[in-house]
T-cell receptor, first 111, second 113 residues
């Protein structure tokens, strides 16, 4: 069973701080990694993708990938209350571009 | 641009009833997927279709069937609903060749009593 693991949280950070979300995966052949944001009662929304080792930045978001350690992270700079949501990590597995999702980390940004 | 459209948004079924969840995408994506999301379990793949004309089982296919009607549409059928199928169901699509992420529909909240 290929797994993607995340700490369920909640992770609480003050407004303006950096939120750090972490994820590990078990399938060494995974090539593609994604972070989704899901607000309560809504569908997941893709916010970051990363395919090679290192950092990838997009606005306030930075995704980090370390394939040797099978570790993916998401940093959110200058956290805002609107960032409060559940963040899902996903890794590609097998053919057909299937994704395996973690159970998500709940982030709370406090005023 | 509608993206991925799912119907219905809410449904209550009695045990043993059948129903079909509909999904359509207008992004010309090759691959489509059905997931269910349960508290503490995350998103689990039920069935997927890598391309028009093909379907394959995912992690939790028992009790479900699917049909890839054409490139746009991918339906999920519950033949005899059970309380264990109470869940939120999401349809998603992706451009498989690029290995890109999914675009999700808005979901169907299904309750089986």
């Amino acid at each position: 069973q290929k797994e993607v693991e995340q700490n369920s949280g909640p992770l609480s950070v003050p407004e303006g701080a950096i939120a750090s979300l972490n994820c590990t995966y078990s399938d060494r052949v995974s090539q593609s990694f994604f972070w989704y944001r899901q607000y309560s009662g809504k569908s997941p929304e893709l916010i970051m993708s990363i395919y090679s080792n290192g950092d990838k930045e997009d606005g306030r978001f930075t995704a980090q990938l370390n394939k040797a350690s099978q570790y993916v992270s998401l940093l959110i700079r200058d956290s805002q209350p609107s960032d409060s949501a559940t963040y899902l990590c996903a890794a590609s597995t097998g053919g057909g571009n299937k994704l395996t999702f973690g159970t998500g980390t709940q982030l709370k940004v406090e005023l | 641009n509608a993206g991925v459209t799912q119907t219905p948004k809410f449904q209550v079924l009695k045990t043993g009833q059948s129903m079909t969840l509909q999904c359509a995408q207008d992004m010309n994506h090759n691959s489509m997927y059905w997931y269910r999301q349960d508290p503490g379990m995350g998103l689990r793949l039920i069935y997927y279709s890598a391309s028009e004309g093909t379907t394959d089982k995912g992690e939790v296919p028992n009790g479900y069937n699917v049909s890839r009607l054409n490139k746009r549409e991918f339906s999920l059928r519950l033949e005899s609903a059970a309380p264990s199928q109470t869940s939120v169901y999401f349809c998603a699509s992706s451009e498989a060749a690029g290995g890109g992420g999914y675009t999700f529909g808005s979901g169907t909240r299904l309750t089986v009593v």
